[in-house]
């Protein structure tokens, strides 16, 4: 029995088996986008069925004249938020940070995060938009209505944790643990709070699911210790969790292991992105499958950049048989579609899928 | 005595930076040497330090927390080396190379450099083959180190050695290579002389190759 796109995500996230395993990407860099469609103009569901992704969200070059990334300012920022240019289905807080951008390519960065004592709470103001704003909610919901068919759409939220770590900065959200926790903690809540408004309107559109990026780790660990992320950090990720209605999506970049049962206390539906040079995919599948769906794990630091068609081709076939089986797994790259990934590897992430990805699997 | 350095090391570890200072403060006026309470005090520290991070004991932020800790007495007993001209250990330059703005896991290469007894000079992010080239002429380190955290930046780790060598410069160095994307194999196909897991290990590969074996 075939299913639409829409079907085959939620019943996966639901962690039963579609008719085949679905492709969603937290993020496909406009660059690439571009070099995929060959033109600037195309709509979120013509980029879906050039890959046979099974869903859309976060941004796409689509719309009016760009609104260079490198050029927004907090001055800016809060009108741009307010009246989205290009078609986004992104609801990050802005970072409170000192922002940079690369000359070369525009691509902003965070120089240093400003959110350092007490003092620099009243930054919050300057930065945060009201989430109640109507603007962004009734322009996507505009997009929503106007390319949604039979895809699954994501919003993409944060629960906080990312937002204090990268606007305290690592080292002073470090020191802080020791001097001043109850820092860490106000910064937490105020971010979580604003998130956890932007759900309730978020709950009441169009959306499918959401996807919450929050990255807290290395490869080789979580930032913290499992005592400081349980103690400073898991109730204030809370506050936003327990608002959600939708199903969701966790992504955390690196090693989640050492904090997984707090994490799960989330209630997450899936967890994302499995980065294959931080947690195995198998492991991760034996031991959790049965709570969480999962997806990712697509190599992005050799596979999709550097690989052959051949590698991505036998790589698909592998998760595939080691994710895929009973259900509960989405394919996706190991973050995002970044734009150095090669084209010719992502049409190949795109073949292999329909090739390997159909229930019954292979046995 | 031994005592002062035994509880600086201590308190290095359980990150208590006023204290680390105070103690510092106590084994100078004890007549301890600076250079003693680096290499007896600080440095041991910061290597248990490294070893429980590979243990997965510590995580990142526990390490910063004893790097503060450990700098609350190094920025006590550097000015004293340097006023005795004490020979360093060695001087590394290090840096996130050019197209790359990751720049966690460089800190924690510096820091535990220091830690280990080293002058770093930090180029910060974005660092371009000519910077490193300027930096070595500058400072005539031994040690060039650089971090990736993308696979297309890695490429970049090439192009400054490249570069180096252009400029006559290759041999008068080590170059380490490191970042979660990096590996053995890449630092052997670009022809870097050493490559580490994480920054408690770029510290054991430095000292390993600072009295001439091989890392
Ligand atoms: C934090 C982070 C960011 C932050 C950086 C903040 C900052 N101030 O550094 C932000 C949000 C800005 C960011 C941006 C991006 N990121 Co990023 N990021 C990470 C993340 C989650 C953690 C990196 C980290 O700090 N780890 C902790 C430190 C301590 O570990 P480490 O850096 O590996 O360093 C250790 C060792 O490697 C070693 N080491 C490091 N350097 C050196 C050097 C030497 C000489 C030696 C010997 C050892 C050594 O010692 C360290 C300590 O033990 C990783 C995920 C991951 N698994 O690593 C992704 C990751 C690195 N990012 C990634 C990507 C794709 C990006 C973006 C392109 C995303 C985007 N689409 O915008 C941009 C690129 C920006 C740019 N041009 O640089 C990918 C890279 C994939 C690839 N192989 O190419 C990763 C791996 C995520 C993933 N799931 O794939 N990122």
Redesign the pocket.
């Known amino acids: 029995m075939s299913m639409t796109h829409r079907e085959r995500v939620l019943a996966a996230l639901r962690r039963q088996e579609p008719d085949q395993v679905p492709w969603v990407e937290n993020?496909i860099?406009e660059a690439l986008q571009v070099q995929i469609m060959g033109r600037a103009d195309f709509t979120p569901p013509e980029l879906c069925e050039k890959l046979g992704l099974s869903g859309f969200g976060a941004h796409f070059p689509t719309g009016a004249a760009a609104d260079g990334q490198g050029l927004v300012t907090k001055e800016t920022y809060k009108e741009s938020y307010y009246n989205p240019q290009k078609v986004t289905f992104d609801f990050f807080p802005p970072w409170i940070a000192k922002m940079g951008a690369?000359p070369d390519?525009g691509?902003t960065?965070?120089e240093k995060g400003l959110l350092v004592s007490e003092e620099s709470l009243k930054l919050f103001d300057q930065f945060l938009p009201d989430p109640n704003h109507p603007g962004r909610y009734d322009r996507v919901a505009e997009w929503l209505d106007k390319y949604r068919g039979d895809y699954a759409v994501f919003a993409r939220i944060r629960l906080g944790a990312?937002s204090t770590i990268?606007s305290m900065?690592?080292e002073e959200f470090s020191y802080a643990q020791v001097d001043n926790p109850e820092l860490i903690n106000e910064i937490h809540r105020r971010f979580s709070e604003w998130s956890a408004a932007v759900v309730d309107h978020l709950n009441d559109m169009d959306f499918d699911f959401f996807w919450a990026n929050d990255?807290?780790?290395?490869?080789?660990g979580p930032?913290m210790s499992p005592k400081v992320f349980r103690e400073l950090l898991l109730p204030n990720m809370k506050i936003v969790a327990e608002r959600i209605k939708k199903p969701w999506i966790f992504h955390?970049?690196?090693?989640l292991f050492p904090i997984m049962e707090d994490l799960l206390s989330l209630g997450m539906t899936a967890i994302h992105?499995i980065?294959p040079?931080?947690m195995d995919i198998g492991k991760m599948k034996k031991e959790y499958g049965g709570r969480v769906a999962i997806l990712g794990n697509i190599d992005?630091?050799?596979t999709l950049?550097l690989g052959s068609e051949e590698e991505v081709e036998a790589e698909v076939r592998d998760r595939i048989k080691t994710a895929g089986p009973g259900g509960g797994y989405l394919i996706a790259?190991?973050?995002?579609l970044?734009d150095?990934c090669k084209v010719e590897n992502v049409l190949a992430m795109s073949k292999a899928i329909k090739k390997y990805g159909k229930y019954p699997l292979e046995g | 005595m031994v005592n002062v350095l035994q509880e600086i090391q201590e308190g290095v570890i359980n990150g208590q930076a006023p204290r680390v200072k105070e103690l510092t403060q106590t084994a100078l006026a004890q007549g301890l040497g600076p250079q003693t309470v680096l290499n007896e005090g600080l440095v041991p520290a910061m290597a248990v330090v490294g070893e429980k991070?590979q243990k997965g004991e510590f995580f990142?932020s526990e390490?910063m927390i004893s790097a503060r800790a450990m700098y609350s007495g190094l920025n006590l007993v550097k000015p004293l080396l340097l006023s005795q001209k004490a020979e360093s250990k060695g001087k590394a330059v290090?840096a996130?190379v050019q197209?790359?703005?990751?720049?966690?896991?460089?800190n924690?290469?510096c820091m535990?450099m220091e830690g280990g007894g080293y002058e770093v000079v930090d180029l910060g992010?974005?660092a371009t083959p000519a910077k490193f080239v300027a930096a070595v002429k500058e400072h005539q380190p031994d040690f060039v180190?650089?971090?990736?955290?993308?696979?297309?930046?890695m490429a970049n780790m090439g192009k400054t050695i490249q570069a180096l060598s252009d400029n006559g410069l290759r041999a008068k160095v080590k170059i380490?290579?490191?970042?979660?994307?990096?590996t053995q194999r890449f630092a052997d196909s670009i022809g870097a002389d050493?490559?580490?897991?994480?920054?408690?290990?770029?510290v054991t590969?430095a000292n390993m190759l600072q009295i001439g074996g091989n890392a």
Do not use: C, W
Request: zero cysteines; glycine letters at 12%; aromatic letters at 8%.
């Open positions: 993020d860099e690369d390519t691509r960065y965070i990312a990268e900065g690592l990255d807290l780790a290395g490869n080789t930032f955390s970049d690196g090693n992105p980065q040079s931080a992005l630091d050799y950049p790259s190991a973050n995002s970044t150095y | 991070f990142i390490m290090v996130t197209g790359d703005l990751h720049d966690i896991g460089k924690l290469v535990m992010v974005n180190m650089m971090s990736a955290l993308l696979t297309t930046t380490g290579i490191g970042g979660a994307p990096v050493f490559y580490a897991a994480d920054a408690g290990e770029a590969k």
